[in-house]
């Protein structure tokens, strides 16, 4: 399986739509939380994924978060076939996407408590305090490049 990369401009409809789809499935569906996925930030996102006929298999989006300190935050991360490993490839993959492509020299995430030890496996250290993101305990936590 190869990871795609694209920008908004640059998905198909069918792209857009499985990635949508994805998403609702995961934070919507799955997390039972109600939340406004559609915010305009994909306008402005680099969208990397692995997807099969049956549609997005794993998933994040990055965007620049602050141009001066060339941070880039990585959100709604997810993997459809939970326990394959898969996760962990796309960020790694990702990662390395975003330092060539977005030359980021930092990464930050806003992550759920729960999937902090994945992050940390990548270098991710928590910088925040606990706090609630719709209703799901979170934190914030950076990669330095």
Do not use: W
Request: aromatic share 12%; charged share 30%.
């Amino acid at each position: 399986m190869q990871v795609s990369f694209k920008y908004f401009e640059e998905l198909s409809s069918k792209e857009l739509y499985e990635i949508l789809k994805a998403r609702a499935e995961i934070f919507v569906v799955e997390q039972n939380c109600v939340y406004q996925d559609l915010d305009d930030i994909d306008y402005r996102s680099l969208h990397i994924y692995y997807g099969s006929e049956g549609g997005v298999t794993a998933y994040l989006r990055a965007f620049v978060k602050n141009e001066e300190t060339r941070t880039v935050q990585v959100e709604r991360v997810l993997t459809m076939e939970h326990g394959k490993g898969l996760g962990g490839k796309l960020m790694k993959e990702g990662i390395e996407l975003i330092k060539k492509m977005m030359k980021a020299q930092k990464i930050f995430i806003e992550a759920q408590c729960y999937a902090t030890g994945f992050y940390e496996r990548f270098g991710f250290r928590i910088c925040s305090d606990e706090f609630l993101e719709d209703g799901i305990p979170h934190v914030q936590m950076e990669l330095v490049l």
